[in-house]
């Protein structure tokens, strides 16, 4: 089993960090038995935090250097099979490279925590952030959840491993982790005690599940059409229970470490009585915040909606938050090529939330940021100016507008 070195995290503190430096301290906290690590920008400054954290003799774990991304999430994914809490993680292309075993993860009902540092997918190469690559198990069976802040890095990190071995659930949680923006840049953040985490963070059992000689089950059975549907559904009853496990957990974790939001899934900001209100994943909150607080001085009725979980979708909370508006700007860092209206995933998920309401705000979808091109507050404003158009004329002249992109 791992271990944490005695002494170093036995009070709280503060510490200057990146959000990649965040998750590897957390790796220490939580006590992680199996870290798997192959090179690949901007994931990678996660694993050479924690081999540091290794190497000066602060954690102890089974820290491998895989030959592929491939093979990272094969050995967690056995590693857990046998009652190890287990850390890996990629950006871009390698999470497709390992993506067999990821897809199998989710199948078998592993609960593999992984950091996923997005960055847009190859070819043409670029290391600025996209989040079509983590958005690609959204159909899997893997909790999907998007960071904003470091202080969030650790705290979700934390989080993750509560809720993905909760015997409840046992599914694979994906962490989203903003290439550079996130993953590189410093901030200050609270670090907590080893006490304190001990007493959020159980140790993770599988119970009758767990592969031992003493245990002889079957794992990964050919079943074909005899039992296959029989398997997909109970995979879809433990996301179905995970929405309550992570409030429960989540409540816990604001009385043991005093910080959280209200609600675990979205965060609103100035929404109360906004007339227009702007959503968005991860890091775009920074800027938008600024632009909204600024039209707010100026008298605008603009507020921002963060959707922290991809999956699963708050599809109620967000809901409530949105049918009060009369207009929603959808901010996409992905696309969905060919997909209606020729739009981002954000929006397509939000639109079909939204469809069931009776009376619909006007939906607008905005592609920016690709590639880790800057989402400034002049952007913003923009997005907010064609959404005010669109509600004065009641018309939408076009659904999908990609955002600052040259002629």
Same mark, same amino acid.
């Given at each position: ?163 993905? %071995? ?77 929405? +309550? ?9 604001? %009385? ?28 775009? +909150? ?10 707010? %001085? ?15 979708? +708050? ?42 309401? %009776? ?49």
């Amino acid at each position: 089993m791992a271990t944490v070195q005695s002494g170093l995290y036995q009070e709280a503190k503060e510490e200057l960090i990146s959000g990649s430096e965040a998750v590897g301290i957390a790796c220490a906290l939580a006590d992680v038995d199996v870290i798997t690590a192959y090179p690949i920008r901007p994931y990678d400054t996660v694993m050479q935090y924690v081999s540091r954290l290794k190497a000066d003799g602060a954690f102890d774990c089974d820290f491998i250097v895989a030959e592929s991304e491939h093979s990272q999430f094969e050995i967690v994914k056995h590693a857990s099979a046998v009652g190890a809490r287990t850390f890996s993680g990629s950006s871009g292309v390698g999470w497709f490279y390992a993506f067999e075993a990821i897809t199998v993860t989710a199948g078998l009902r592993m609960p593999v925590v992984a950091m996923v540092g997005n960055r847009a997918l190859d070819d043409p190469g670029a290391f600025g952030v996209e989040h079509n690559d983590a958005m690609a198990v959204r159909d899997l069976g893997w909790h999907l959840y998007w960071v904003a802040t470091a202080q969030e890095a650790l705290d979700m990190a934390l989080m993750a491993w509560r809720v993905a %071995e909760d015997p409840r659930v046992l599914l694979p949680f994906a962490l989203s982790c903003d290439g550079s923006f996130l993953t590189h840049s410093q901030a200050i953040v609270q670090v907590p005690s080893q006490d304190q985490v001990k007493k959020f963070l159980p140790p993770y059992t599988r119970g009758e599940l767990q592969l031992h000689p003493n245990n002889p089950i079957t794992i990964a059975p050919q079943v074909n059409e005899d039992w296959l549907m029989e398997i997909r559904r109970q995979t879809d009853e433990a996301m179905r229970r995970t929405s +309550a496990v992570i409030i429960e957990a989540y409540d816990e974790f604001k %009385e043991i470490f005093g910080r959280g939001d209200p609600s675990p899934f979205i965060e609103e900001y100035m929404c109360e009585d906004a007339e227009i209100i702007l959503v968005g994943m991860g890091t775009l +909150a920074m800027p938008t915040r600024v632009a909204v607080r600024r039209m707010r %001085e100026a008298g605008k009725k603009v507020g921002f909606l963060r959707i922290k979980f991809f999956r699963p979708f +708050a599809t109620e909370e967000i809901q409530n938050a949105l049918r009060g508006a009369k207009g929603v700007a959808v901010i996409d860092r992905d696309y969905s090529y060919g997909s209606p209206q020729y739009g981002g995933v954000l929006f397509h998920e939000l639109r079909s939330a939204l469809y069931p309401l %009776e009376e619909r705000p006007l939906m607008l979808n905005f592609i920016a940021g690709l590639g880790g091109r800057e989402v400034k507050v002049t952007d913003v404003n923009d997005m907010v100016d064609t959404t005010q158009k669109a509600i004065d004329t009641g018309k939408i002249e076009q659904t999908t507008t990609w955002v600052s992109v040259r002629e």
